[in-house]
């Protein structure tokens, strides 16, 4: 068998997994699931009208995300908006269906590029600046939820556990951008022994390394130390985006007849964003739900109505922008064709 058949037999296995788990708790909680049904049926239309606004604000910060990145290395007109807004959508998609530590995106933009006669090292130099600051927009959302949570003596165990494993991932993070700023040669060499530390892993040959990538790289954690007023804006629309993600599940759970309760919101969103990034299929599938169902059942929330909840904010969150975000990626790649 090839590498790559190795490879994605490990990956349905671990969705066959995943699966079976999620099918034996539902199994265990039939009698409180089965009002997931009618909650999501019932949910009320005007806080289904506040979550498909919250969602287009999650584009729209998107969108000027990677826009402000852009313009912080290279000239953004208002005539790329439009193409930079597809890429932007294309490469949520994309990093949502491929596990690559968000480098995946990077295709759609040089593509989006491409099309408005960008410069491409300067795309992906603008690109690796949106994704490094993408954390730490996170991150300040995050701290600032939880100061007001701990204010109100309402922080639990599970926000520790999330913030603190959040908090190792960010450290490790700094660390490779310090790195990549100061001793180049030293990030090529550790992505070397990653790479072949990986292939032994998945049993499959190394890759060799991509120097224009560290380059890109390094360029990218140039910007955000040496000039981090560049980084501001795309910094502040990084933190839209996860505020807006926020009111997605806050929306979804006041839809069903949960508490509205923006600080619960938040302790579940931050959750289920850590267990998306740690759990083993792409796009945190199995992960994330389960990660947000757990804050809000351990807060009271019912289990039918956290899973009510659960169900339409991440269809609001992964599945209805990996469907749009799709057909703008075959969008891009029909206009090159």
Known sequence: MSARGTTTGRRLAVAAVVTAVVLGAAWTQRRDLA?????????????????GAALLLWWAAWTALHAAALAGVTRVRAADLPAVAGGAVAAVALNSVVTS???????????????RGMPGPQVAT?????????????????????GVLGARGELTGLDRLAGGLFGLLSVARVALTVLAVRRPAALEALAARAARVRAAVLRRPAAPPDQARTRELVEAADVLTRRPV????????????DVAGVLMLWAALAAVGGP????????????????AILGPLPGGIGAAELGAAAALAVAGVPLGTAAAATLLFRVAEFWVPLAVGGLAWVALREEES
């Open 230 to 241: 560049r980084a501001v804006p795309p910094l502040l629309a990084a933190t839209a985006v």
């Open 260 to 275: 509205r309760d923006l600080g619960l919101a938040l302790s579940a969103y931050v959750l289920a964003s850590v267990a």
């Open 35 to 51: 009002g997931v049904v009618r909650g999501v049926h019932l949910a009320d239309p005007r806080w289904l009208l506040v979550l």
């Open 101 to 115: 530590a968000g480098l995946a995106g990077l295709a759609a933009m040089t593509r989006a590029g491409r099309r």
């Open 126 to 146: 603008g690109y690796l600046l949106a994704a490094t600051v993408t954390d730490l927009g996170f991150l300040l959302v995050m701290l600032a939820g939880f």
